[in-house]
């Protein structure tokens, strides 16, 4: 009986160590499968943050592209203002050339046509004149021809006369000759010394200062039809400037009046608010300040 019971005894505490082993074993599959849901529930939760960081990171990076996108057109917008506002400026500153341009050729229309007429005045003077010469010229002839047959008939009698062949006479030197031609004249301007201003050969520049300046010409005009012409530039500042006739003696002065100096009375001055003498005594009616040719 001892002997079974302690078999009974070895096989239930073997049962029971078994049953404890299988329970542990089960607590252990337990607590692995417990770990292995909280492992898995970490994962998803791993997965769902880093999906939800990702959704936040696309949401992110789709602002920035907003953003830059936001701030490219920004950029094309004032790019295109600016281009619009130089096409402005471009715009303005061609219509002020064109005005410009406008302004110029009326100038040199008023010009051309003030040339024509003082051409055309002077041309009729020259036709003038070389009728004149024309004419005076047959005069000589007419009296050379007359001088030559007084000179060549013998101071003897009528009978004589017709039996002496008169000789066939020398022609002579005419004793006068008279020609006309249109020639160009080198012009030389005879700026005085100390004048405020500068010569640069045939063109004259006044300084900023408000100084008279008086400029002759050379060759000197003694005879003959001459036509002269002088530009005045830049004198929309409503200052006053002529153009004249000056006699051999006067001597002009700097930062002097043409009439000054002794030289009243010498000078025919044309002003381009009226013609008038150096003594101020009005001759006709003034010319345009923008009629700048002569």
Known sequence: DISWFQISVHYIVRDVIIEERNGLQRDNEIALAERDGERQEKERAQVELNRTQNELNRERSEKDQQKRRAD????????????KDQQKRRADSAQVELNR????????KQRANNAEELTRIFQSQVE????????????VRRLNQVLQISETVPSTPKAQLKQTPIPTPKPKQALLQV???AQAITVNLQVPSGMSGHKDANRFTHDN??????????PIISEGIVY???????????YNFTIGIADTSVVFRPNKHPSQDGN?????????????LSNRVTLNEEFDSEMQDW
């Open 228 to 238: 002269y012409e002088s530009v005045f530039e830049k004198h929309d500042e409503g």
């Open 264 to 276: 009243s009375g010498k000078t025919v001055n044309y002003w381009n608010e009226e013609e008038r």
């Open 101 to 108: 341009a406008n302004t110029q050729i009326d100038q040199e």
């Open 179 to 181: 020609t006309s031609s």
């Open 209 to 218: 200062t408000l100084a008279s300046c008086a400029i002759s010409t050379d």
């Open 128 to 139: 003038t004149t070389q009728s004149e010469v024309t004419r005076l010229s047959s005069e």
């Open 72 to 83: 490219t057109l920004q950029v094309e917008l004032i790019r295109e203002r600016s281009e």
